[in-house]
């Protein structure tokens, strides 16, 4: 029984044989970017997790629907590096203090939502 590949004269010639570029493929002009947004949805909580590979988050919508007798709560979850997770965290933190410093939005203080305990 003849083996694939062990005769020369089946073996693909360099003619056949195609080179692909995939820097040039994949090289844009930066102002060619187009975002297609395919989904839109609100999130009032975020779960992250990180592994050693990446870093995840769940954004969840809050409080859910109860159904079967268990809350379900819609959420999306959003995969990426860990240097896309250092962009990230830097852009919003860079954002949200130039927002705030203008005023223009609350500021989340978490000794505001604590409830205070009555001695018994």
Same mark, same amino acid.
């Given at each position: 029984?003849?083996?694939?590949?062990?005769?020369?004269? =089946?073996?693909? %010639? =360099? +003619?056949?044989?195609? !080179?692909?570029?995939?820097?040039?493929?994949?090289?844009?002009?930066?102002?060619?970017?187009?975002?297609?947004?395919?989904? %839109?949805?609100? %999130?009032?909580? @975020?779960? &992250?997790?990180?592994?050693?590979?990446?870093?995840?988050? /769940?954004?969840? +919508? #809050?409080?859910? &629907?109860?159904? /079967?007798?268990?809350?379900?709560?819609?959420? !999306?979850?959003?995969?990426? %590096?860990?240097?896309?997770? $250092? =962009? #990230? @965290?830097? @852009?919003?933190?860079?954002?949200?203090?130039?927002?705030? !410093?203008?005023?223009?939005? +609350?500021?989340?203080?978490? $000794?505001?939502?604590?409830?205070? =305990?009555?001695?018994?």
């Amino acid at each position: 029984m003849e083996k694939t590949g062990d005769d020369p004269a =089946k073996a693909p %010639s =360099k +003619e056949t044989v195609k !080179t692909i570029n995939f820097n040039e493929i994949y090289r844009f002009d930066p102002k060619d970017i187009v975002p297609d947004i395919t989904v %839109s949805r609100y %999130s009032n909580m @975020a779960y &992250i997790q990180v592994t050693q590979r990446d870093v995840y988050i /769940d954004f969840l +919508e #809050l409080p859910g &629907i109860k159904r /079967d007798g268990k809350m379900v709560v819609n959420g !999306t979850r959003i995969y990426m %590096s860990h240097v896309a997770a $250092q =962009k #990230l @965290a830097e @852009a919003l933190g860079t954002v949200l203090d130039q927002v705030h !410093t203008k005023g223009g939005m +609350e500021r989340f203080s978490p $000794q505001a939502g604590k409830i205070k =305990k009555k001695p018994i």
